[in-house]
Nanobody, 117 residues
């Protein structure tokens, strides 16, 4: 059974930092591409950052230079380091694992990030 468990969300003041983690089980983690998405109230879910199985990264323009995605294949864990947080970064952050061969996606339950001004 595939499970993705996000952690690390919370309430932080503008300019602060948070580090999100996504612990995966039930998948061959090192073969999958990992991504972080967020959904703000009343808005669609959007891609924040992604990292391929080989370590290539891609970021939304709104977070470039502030967020860093990483992965630890030995621990089946992906991270999202978020610095210089802004109120517009507020939302539920979801972890996604994509099986490259089938393009099937698995999702976590999400973790709330709230940035106060």
């Amino acid at each position: 059974q595939v499970q993705l468990a996000e952690s690390g969300g919370g309430l932080v003041q503008s300019g602060g930092s948070l580090r999100l983690s996504c612990a995966a089980s039930g998948i061959i983690f090192r073969r999958n591409d990992m991504g972080w998405y967020r959904q703000a109230p009343g808005k669609q879910r959007e891609l924040v950052a992604e990292i391929t199985f080989s370590g290539s990264t891609n970021y939304a323009d709104s977070v470039k230079g502030r967020f860093t995605i990483s992965r630890d294949d030995a621990k089946n864990t992906a991270h999202l380091q978020m610095n210089s947080l802004k109120p517009e970064d507020t939302g539920v952050y979801y972890c996604r694992s994509r099986v490259r061969l089938t393009m099937r996606d698995y999702w976590g339950q999400g973790t709330q990030v709230t940035v106060s001004s």
